[in-house]
């Protein structure tokens, strides 16, 4: 019998991206089944009871919570195009990148608001230089190499997420002249199978930030 496979998520979020990834990466099926985040379901606060938080992966009946774990779980489980490195050494440096991008990267991109405040920027560029120099030593096409691998999808909120942010802010530091290895990654992550299909439409995320800045009416 199929394994069941339900994906608790909601459109928007990029750490729910996270989990589609893996899952497409591994040419897994599944139910998707969108959270309302201000009137959180049974299901979730069942199965996320700790953070509550999305997104959640039901597989046959066992819960698993925090994006980078399930994307580690799913690699753990289901063979054939991995995400993680198999060296040791190596699988314990994507796992350190991986960190780094969740604990320091990118609260420090996010806390860029849409003041321009030029100290706030020049700390993101530090943190995205960082990323920066690693494919540049790299020479690969992405973190993980030829294929899309656990750095990758870590960072899809910087390859994503961010232009999308930095327009409604009316900012612009993540630029192909500053970056140029990390704009032309993010432009292979974004159009590349896997990915395309998880992220959220356009319209709708800027529709969001513009909100999210104060500047729902465009201005
Ligand atoms: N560290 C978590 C973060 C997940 C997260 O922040 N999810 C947001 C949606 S983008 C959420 O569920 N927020 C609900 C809340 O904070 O109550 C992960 O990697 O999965």
């Given at each position: 019998m199929a394994d069941a496979m339900k994906l608790y998520g909601t459109v928007l979020s990029a750490y729910v991206s996270r989990a589609k990834i893996a899952l497409n990466i591994k040419g897994i099926k599944y139910e998707n089944l969108e959270e309302d985040l201000s009137n959180k379901s049974a299901d979730l606060l069942k199965y996320?009871?700790?953070?509550?938080?999305?997104p959640v992966l039901l597989h046959n009946g066992k819960p698993i919570s925090e994006s980078l774990v399930i994307v580690e779980y799913i690699d753990d489980v289901w063979?054939?195009?991995?995400?993680?490195?198999?060296?040791p050494y190596e699988r314990a440096i994507a796992r350190f990148l991986a960190k780094f991008i969740d604990e320091k990267c990118i609260p420090v991109i996010k806390a860029v608001?849409?003041?321009?405040d030029e100290k706030a920027i020049a700390e993101a560029c530090e943190q995205l230089q960082i990323l920066e120099n690693q494919l540049k030593v790299k020479g690969t096409k992405f973190f993980g190499g030829d294929n899309i691998g656990l750095v990758d999808i870590a960072a899809d909120f910087i390859a994503y997420w961010h232009a999308i942010r930095e327009e409604a802010a009316g900012?612009?530091?993540?630029t192909e002249d500053k970056f140029p290895k990390l704009t032309k990654w993010a432009d292979d992550f974004v159009n590349s199978e896997a990915v395309k299909n998880t992220l959220p439409p356009r319209e709708q995320m800027l529709a969001f930030y513009l909100k999210f800045f104060g500047k729902a009416n465009g201005m």
């Open positions: 996320n009871p700790v953070f509550k938080k999305v063979k054939g195009v991995p995400i993680l490195p198999q060296d608001g849409s003041n321009g900012i612009k530091f993540f």
